[in-house]
């Protein structure tokens, strides 16, 4: 089969992927085989092939928003069979039994391990998955346009949890990428007053198509006080300025796996009057199935820039520019 590996992590405009034809996998006993329909392009694939995230298997094949279609079983498999279209995402495995897994945090588990980085995803035609980690899907989205949610959706609504927006509260959006406008979705159909920071013009007419208050550039303020931020984008620059733009009690949530340094913070201008910075680290099976089933009840705009396979080198040179406006997506 096909697959694209990172052989030598670089700049994404010098092409760190090498396309290489490897034995299509055997599934382990508890795993499944998947024939990749559709894999979604996610800034962390950009993080592993550029060297932002260390190397945790050499030569892997990126890529943890797959949407496939069952083609192998393991022997102690049960609930699947082949022929099933099932969705592969970033959490692979944990471990299950440590202080993190118990407590139902296993994004937390210090043994985890995730596709496409510690074990080989789906720039390829052919990928694997454990059983237990993968994932039903909705109906009414095309392999396309589901590829994005496995991911891009996925942590967007648990950074959305995460950044504690009351009822009816006001939300700055840091970055308007793929899982941004997803997350922007949501919170509109949740009844919020979004406004969206981000320095391409095309994303902010997105942004304003789907319904948002405001769309301005990076690093301007909102045109009011904001009760809860996400910052997608991976500019550490932007914290000061989004605590800055929070009200008193304020959550900023920073959704990414990376994030160039922050700049020093002044304890009065940006966290004083209980303002609120806090992570989001991954998700949890529970988070990926509530979002994968409110996707399903709410139908979501998925913006979708598709690519064949074959252009996986590009189709992550032009994330890394910023050229794509919602989400890339791999068809074989
Ligand atoms: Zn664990
Ligand atoms: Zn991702």
Redesign the pocket.
């Known amino acids: 089969m096909r697959a694209f590996r990172v052989h030598r992590p670089g700049p994404a405009a010098e092409g760190p992927l090498e396309r290489v034809e490897v034995a299509t996998p055997a599934p382990a006993p508890d795993e499944l085989l998947v024939r990749v329909l559709a894999c979604g392009v996610c800034r962390t694939d950009l993080h592993v092939a550029e060297g932002d995230l260390p190397v945790h298997r050499r030569d892997v094949v990126p890529g943890h928003e797959v949407v496939g279609r069952v083609v192998g079983v393991g022997e102690r498999v049960r609930g699947f069979v082949e022929g099933e279209r099932v969705g592969v995402a970033w959490l692979r495995r944990?471990?299950?039994?440590?202080?993190?897994?118990?407590r139902g945090a296993?994004n937390?588990?210090?043994?985890?391990l995730y596709t496409g980085w510690d074990a080989d995803g789906g720039y390829a035609d052919h990928t694997t998955v454990p059983a237990d980690y993968a994932h039903r899907l909705p109906e009414g989205y095309t392999d396309t346009e589901l590829a994005p949610l496995l991911c891009a959706g996925i942590i967007g609504h648990h950074a959305l949890r995460r950044a504690e927006l009351p009822a009816g509260g006001r939300l700055g959006v840091y970055g308007f990428g793929g899982s941004a406008h997803l997350a922007t979705q949501v919170a509109l159909a949740q009844g919020a007053t979004v406004h969206v920071m981000t320095r391409s013009p095309a994303a902010r007419e997105l942004a304003l198509r789907l319904g948002v208050a405001s769309a301005q550039d990076a690093a301007d303020r909102p045109p009011e006080p904001l009760d809860a931020a996400i910052l997608f984008a991976p500019v550490g620059d932007l914290v000061p300025r989004a605590l800055e733009a929070l009200d008193r009690g304020g959550t900023l949530a920073v959704a990414g796996i990376h994030l160039t340094e922050v700049p020093p913070l002044d304890y009065q201008r940006h966290l004083f009057q209980e303002r609120t910075l806090r992570s989001v680290t991954s998700n949890t099976r529970t988070d990926a199935r509530a979002f994968l089933r409110l996707a399903g009840e709410h139908h979501l705009e998925v913006s979708t820039v598709p690519y064949p396979l074959e252009h996986a080198g590009d189709a992550l040179a032009d994330l890394a520019a910023d050229r794509i406006t919602g989400a890339a997506v791999l068809v074989p």
Do not use: K, V
Not at 94 to 102: D, K, L, P
Not at 108 to 112: D, G, T, V
């Open positions: 944990t471990c299950g039994e440590c202080r993190f897994c118990r296993e937390l588990c210090p043994r985890s």
